[in-house]
């Protein structure tokens, strides 16, 4: 297969094929866990109908690999992400709290609906925006890229979704 170019999903998929064992091997090399490159590997094939470019690919395998190393790095932000969230939510759950009365778990379960409904309410991109940024730790930049808008629109979609967050809660002074 070398030498010819490839520009449709079924020669991508034959390649991946071909090649599925050398990803798993460098995906397990580089993540270091074996199920998680499985996992990855499988992404693989999926992106194939989303990744297969406008122009004619010259070495499907190097473009295989190239998706491979890109969802590694993804998962990679994700866990940090992921990690750092569940430790700020350690240090709040453990540290000294006031006596757990039904009064402040109702206020509580309250205030959690009403940021779920406000959620709910938001544009569909938007929550996608939010989610991205806020649970999987996308920068904005790359959120743009993915979505193919400015950098600017995102930060807007971001600021109309934290006022609505505010606003459900009340916070006056934040919703602006």
């Not at 750092?84 to 778990?105: H, K, M």
């Not at 996608?128 to 950098?151: F, K, P, V």
Request: charged fraction near 30%; aromatic fraction near 4%; charge should be positive.
């Amino acid at each position: 297969m070398t030498g010819a170019t490839l520009d449709g999903t079924g020669e991508l998929e034959a390649a991946y094929t071909d090649n599925r064992e050398r990803l798993l091997l460098y995906l397990t090399r580089q993540l270091r866990c074996r199920q998680t490159a499985e996992d990855l590997v499988q992404d693989v094939f999926l992106a194939i109908p989303k990744a297969t470019p406008i122009h004619p690919v010259g070495n499907p395998r190097a473009f295989l690999f190239r998706i491979a190393s890109n969802l590694a790095v993804n998962r990679s932000k994700q866990e940090t992400r992921r990690r750092q969230l569940r430790e700020a939510n350690a240090a709040i759950l453990w540290t000294a709290v006031d006596e757990v009365t039904p009064e402040r778990q109702l206020l509580g379960s309250e205030a959690l609906a009403r940021v779920d409904a406000a959620i709910a309410r938001l544009p569909e991109r938007t929550r996608q925006i939010l989610a991205w940024r806020r649970l999987d730790g996308l920068t904005n930049r790359e959120i743009a890229a993915r979505l193919a808008i400015s950098d600017t629109a995102v930060e807007k979609h971001m600021r109309g979704a934290m006022a609505a967050l505010a606003r459900a809660l009340g916070d006056d002074e934040i919703a602006g």
